[in-house]
Antibody, heavy 122, light 110 residues
Framework: EVQLVESGGGLVQPGRSLRLSCAASGFTFDDYAMHWVRRTPGKGLEWVSGIDWNSGGTGYADSVKGRFTISRDNVKNSLYLQMNSLSAEDTALYYC???????????????WGQGTLVTVSS | QSVLTQPPSVSGAPRQRVTISCSGSSSNIRNNAVNWYQQLPGKAPKLLIYYDDLLPSGVSDRFSGSKSGTSASLAISGLQSEDEGDYYCASWDDRLNGVVFGGGTKLTVL
């Protein structure tokens, strides 16, 4: 059974940093691209970032480019999101999602985690 | 303002059929596949339709997808109360070089 378990969310002050993690199991992690998607009350689902199976390619939404960094450890079957210079607009439930192919692109997210909540507030 | 445009809400009576539209452009829907996700209250999103019109294993055949030009549609037949939730279309955008979502459509079963 595919499982994606996010962690690392919490309350953080504006301008500070946070690192999210996603522990994957139940599939061959290094065969698939992985993504972060967030849900905000006002904007619905928003793609944040994606990474190819071997970290050879990454992509970011314009709203996080230059502030967030996606990475993965195929030995630990884990996905990460380093979030710097956080602002209130980054407050959201962050989901880890598995793609059905090796590369970031027009491929569907066939499994999702339950999400980890990030709240940016002073 | 989402790159893909969906109606904010749709509604229908039990057993009726509803459709949800998703409008985009040549940089996304026309040239790339459309995927649909269902998010029920308090749950994680779930893949509902992929590559325009394919049904994942385990998803009811009451759901179907189609695409024409720069628009796509999700149809739900035989509405049931458990279908109530939010529905999102998504595609790859060649100009933005990233995944784009619609703003989401809230389905209410009357």
């Amino acid at each position: 059974e595919v499982q994606l378990v996010e962690s690392g969310g919490g309350l953080v002050q504006p301008g500070r940093s946070l690192r999210l993690s996603c522990a994957a199991s139940g599939f061959t992690f290094d065969d698939y691209a992985m993504h972060w998607v967030r849900r905000t009350p006002g904007k619905g689902l928003e793609w944040v970032s994606g990474i190819d199976w071997n970290s050879g390619g990454t992509g970011y939404a314009d709203s996080v480019k230059g502030r967030f960094t996606i990475s993965r450890d195929n030995v630990k079957n884990s996905l990460y999101l380093q979030m710097n210079s956080l602002s209130a607009e980054d407050t959201a439930l962050y989901y880890c999602a598995k793609a059905n192919r090796r590369t970031v692109g027009a491929n569907p997210f066939d499994y999702w985690g339950q999400g980890t909540l990030v709240t940016v507030s002073s | 303002q989402s790159v893909l445009t969906q109606p904010p809400s749709v509604s229908g009576a039990p057993r009726q059929r509803v459709t949800i539209s998703c409008s985009g452009s040549s940089s996304n829907i026309r040239n790339n596949a459309v995927n649909w996700y269902q998010q029920l209250p308090g749950k994680a999103p779930k893949l509902l339709i992929y590559y325009d019109d394919l049904l994942p294993s385990g998803v009811s055949d009451r759901f179907s997808g189609s695409k024409s030009g720069t628009s796509a549609s999700l149809a739900i037949s035989g509405l049931q109360s458990e279908d109530e939730g939010d529905y999102y279309c998504a595609s790859w955008d060649d100009r933005l070089n990233g995944v784009v979502f619609g703003g989401g459509t809230k389905l209410t079963v009357l």
